[in-house]
């Protein structure tokens, strides 16, 4: 292993070291260990060592490529981090829906099952849940002395959330049956029950009252965001523009597509036509139809269009049926590959699923979407540093993601009625995203002079965007408490497609070697995606 590459590794040890947490939801090889410390001293620990890190990466040679891309990739995640901290981030990071509180709440259920060790540590991380939502408090605590908190929105949504988790390890209890640790499990989802809601109080009689009323963070912060979320700088005015160019464009097309549901339909009756027609009752139902479109893209893609090892022939879809997030995500296998890629979809509450708007979702977050690029770090071998195996940009991941939902349509996969619609609308909803992200946050104008608020930005995104009803709040939520994230699937999108159109007009370009070698890069931001790409191919 050379200097870089073993300084990667031994990086990651150390985070895993000082946030088991993070070595979870990543799938790290790593000692056991109950909880992160999210308090100030946790943080200080973890800035310490980027810091650290990049000091010492300063003082290494690279002596390969595989050095150099290792090297590059390390440098630029860390700097961005450090610079979050410059910002004082920490003890105002309070993010609705897909923030801490999700992380922690989601991390018990992450932890691999069989033996009564294995069920062991599942009961002492969900008992450490107190502890950790004692600890972020403490960083929250931090922020409201210096006067540098949070937007009292995302404490509201945050208080709601924390109640809904009330109860919600019942399941993962009850799947452990009646075995030695049953008591030991059922003690350990109580206490964390307590957490959560001593968490809702906390959220919503200490914090709110004490939070700003601003939602948007200004151009500095949201600088640092985005170069956190791209890996690139962002020239946001250019973005802002390209965005609403670019939903015009798919709203023209949405257009078309309406009139094969029905001659002379519009989107709207288009959709209310497919909601009435194209669905599947009941979670069960649900969950079969969710994995047999999993394993038919595997199959469809093997050997085909891409070589698919076979240990990411499995991608094991999961109903979260306790997230109030509105939106599906995935999860990557463990390093030894023990666990598999999953993908998690919210039921919010709902009985009835309307399966023709979602089958885009399944090829971004399964095959050849996330779970083919999360996997490909994930058997790379010695060719990846163990940094880029266990981290990634997202512009870099969810820009794939959304390139795939684009292949899948290239390659003629949206036959099914009002499939295609579905794909069109989900490229609308993130084109949408774009200009909603950009203009809240830097509060730029909408076209007719209006200013961005919450309630015309839900309107917007359910109008506009063509937003599920029952997603709309939560996505609003969550791009007011999260800047920058939800620019990434367009604006990566984009890069990776300019890159294909490049690649694409050189002599002997072969789109499944172009994937290959694609894949095996490993993360990189976007400011480094084009030049890269050029060699690739």
Not at 160 to 169: I, T
Not at 324 to 345: C, K, M, V
Request: glycine residues 10%; negative net charge; proline residues 4%.
């Amino acid at each position: 292993m050379t200097p870089v590459f073993e300084l990667c590794a031994r990086y990651v040890d150390r985070l895993a070291e000082f946030d088991p947490v993070f070595a979870t939801m990543r799938g790290v090889e790593t000692e056991f260990r109950p909880a992160t410390d999210f308090g100030p001293d946790g943080h200080a620990a973890r800035e310490d060592l980027v810091r650290s890190t990049l000091a010492e990466l300063a003082t290494l040679e690279p002596t390969s490529d595989a050095d150099r891309g290792a090297a590059a990739y390390l440098r630029e995640r860390l700097e961005s981090q450090a610079a979050w901290y410059d910002l004082g981030e920490p003890v105002r990071d309070l993010r609705a829906l897909f923030g801490t509180m999700h992380i922690v709440h989601d991390n018990a259920s992450m932890l691999p099952r069989g033996d009564d060790e294995r069920w062991h540590r599942i009961a002492t991380r969900l008992a450490a849940v107190p502890e950790m939502l004692a600890s972020w408090r403490r960083s929250l605590d931090l922020g409201i002395e210096r006067g540098t908190t949070a937007a009292r929105r995302q404490a509201v949504e945050g208080a709601a959330q924390a109640d809904s988790y009330v109860g919600s390890h019942e399941e993962l209890v009850r799947s452990y049956g009646d075995g030695p640790l049953a008591g030991d499990l059922a003690r350990a989802a109580r206490a964390a029950d307590a957490g959560y809601t001593d968490l809702a109080r906390y959220l919503r009689e200490t914090y709110a009252p004490r939070a700003t009323e601003v939602d948007a963070v200004g151009a500095e912060r949201y600088a640092v965001a985005a170069r956190g979320s791209l890996g690139a700088d962002l020239d946001a005015r250019e973005a802002y523009e390209w965005g609403w160019a670019e939903l015009e464009r798919i709203e023209a097309e949405l257009a078309v597509e309406a009139g094969h549901i029905k001659p002379g339909a519009t989107i709207d009756e288009a959709m209310a036509l497919l909601d009435a027609s194209e669905f599947v009752d009941g979670e069960d139902a649900y969950r079969e139809w969710l994995q047999d479109k999993h394993d038919w893209a595997i199959r469809q893609l093997h050997g085909v269009h891409f070589d698919i090892a076979e240990p990411l022939h499995t991608v094991e879809v999961v109903l979260a049926t306790g997230s109030n997030s509105g939106a599906a995500y995935y999860t990557s296998p463990s390093e030894d590959l023990s666990r598999p890629g999953r993908t998690w979809w919210p039921t919010g509450g709902r009985t009835r699923f309307e399966t023709w708007s979602e089958l885009s979702t399944v090829y971004h977050e399964g095959v050849p979407g996330h779970h083919l690029q999360n996997g490909a770090c994930r058997i790379a071998g010695d060719s990846l540093s163990r940094f880029a195996k266990v981290t990634g940009v997202s512009g870099y991941g969810e820009g794939w993601a959304l390139y795939a939902e684009r292949l899948a349509d290239e390659l003629g996969w949206f036959t099914d009625r009002g499939t295609r619609l579905g794909m069109l609308t989900g490229s609308s909803l993130r084109a949408a995203r774009v200009v909603l992200d950009i203009g809240v946050h830097l509060d730029l104008p909408m076209p007719d002079g209006s200013r961005w608020t919450f309630e015309n930005a839900c309107r917007f995104l359910r109008d506009r965007g063509r937003a599920e009803p029952h997603r709309v709040h939560a996505e609003v939520v969550r791009y007011f408490g999260w800047p920058a994230q939800a620019i990434s699937y367009k604006l990566g999108e984009r890069a990776f497609l300019a890159a294909r159109a490049e690649a694409q007009r050189r002599p002997g370009f072969d789109l499944k070697r172009w994937h290959t070698d694609l894949l095996n890069l490993g993360p990189v931001g976007l400011d480094q995606l084009r030049e890269t790409l050029r060699h690739v191919g």
